[in-house]
């Protein structure tokens, strides 16, 4: 086996375990890059927090990322993006790699122009958010939901109990009786709901996240800055042998069972040191 390019790891980061649905994108489109995940779980939510708390996490989980050698950022957080990605961009040198709630293409794939969107609250109340609806969506009726409680339902691997079922009707019917005939997950702990998501909406909804789009933007930064990892066997076959570290700030059994339950395949997981 002959590897070449960037060998120097990507750096993704969430304020829990959310990140993992984007990270799973990536690993799967890029499954020669090594890298490396960290989720903040003893801060999440980032939602509840201050602008400034939010920037300042953000800060120091992207310096330990960098520490690591990380080649390229990805914040796989909307709260974290909307905080901080520009702050980030302005003090560091790798590529910096956001997310957006996906207004832009809800807006094309609206047949009826009413789009529903779930985020957190910080989301929700971002200039981001505001900018992108007027940005692609200024003709369609755009309703943003902010769904307190459903990160924490994440976090606890509480994917279907009552509570979690009942927090999502509290959400998604009224957007139903409104109309909606796209709904945009703003969140990433939300993918890991889509089952009991689409059970609520039924078949006919569509339902936009960003992971696929972000693993894609990633590959084609990668590409224009020439930082792609390569990797071949003898027989030219490409092959997939990368490094994957994991990292939770949380020391807790529980955040760790539930990092495993969502990444489904085997991982182990290291607790971040502390940061400042
Ligand atoms: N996964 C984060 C996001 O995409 C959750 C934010 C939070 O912790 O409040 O927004």
């Keep these: 086996m002959i590897t070449f390019g960037d060998e120097c790891p990507i750096g993704v980061f969430d ?3 959310g990140g993992l649905s984007v990270l799973k994108e990536i690993h799967h489109l890029l499954p020669h890059e ?3 995940y960290v989720g903040d779980s003893v801060h999440a939510p980032y939602g509840d927090k201050s602008a400034k708390y939010v920037q300042q996490r ?3 989980i992207t310096e330990f990322l960098l520490n690591q050698g ?4 990805v914040i796989a957080c909307n709260t974290a993006t909307a ?16 997310l957006e709630p996906a207004i832009k293409p809800a807006s094309q794939l609206s047949k009826n122009g009413v789009i529903g969107v779930l985020a957190t609250q910080r989301t929700i109340n971002s200039e981001r958010l505001l900018g992108l609806t007027e940005r692609y969506a200024q003709d369609k009726k755009v309703l943003a939901q902010a769904c307190p409680g459903l990160v924490e339902q ?5 994917l279907n109990s009552d509570k979690t079922i009942s927090l999502l009707k509290k959400y998604i019917l009224p957007l139903l009786d409104q109309g909606v005939d796209a709904l945009i997950l703003g969140c990433t702990h939300y993918p890991f709901l889509l089952p009991e998501i689409r059970h609520i909406i039924g078949s006919d909804i569509e339902v ?3 992971g696929i789009p972000v693993a894609r933007q990633l590959q084609r930064i990668l590409k224009d800055h020439q930082l792609e990892r390569y990797c071949f066997n003898v027989e030219g076959g490409a092959t997939c042998k990368a490094t994957l570290s994991i990292y939770n700030s949380s020391n807790k059994k529980q955040a760790h069972l539930t990092m495993k339950k969502l990444w489904k395949d085997p991982i182990s997981i290291k607790v971040l040191p502390e940061l400042n």
């Design 58 to 60: 953000s800060q120091q």
């Design 154 to 158: 994440v976090e606890a691997y509480e």
């Design 208 to 210: 936009l996240e960003t």
């Design 70 to 73: 990380a080649k390229a950022i």
């Design 83 to 98: 905080e901080a990605a520009e702050i980030l961009r302005t003090n560091v040198d790798v590529p910096v790699i956001g």
């Design 15 to 17: 304020s829990g375990l």
């Design 34 to 36: 090594n890298l490396i």
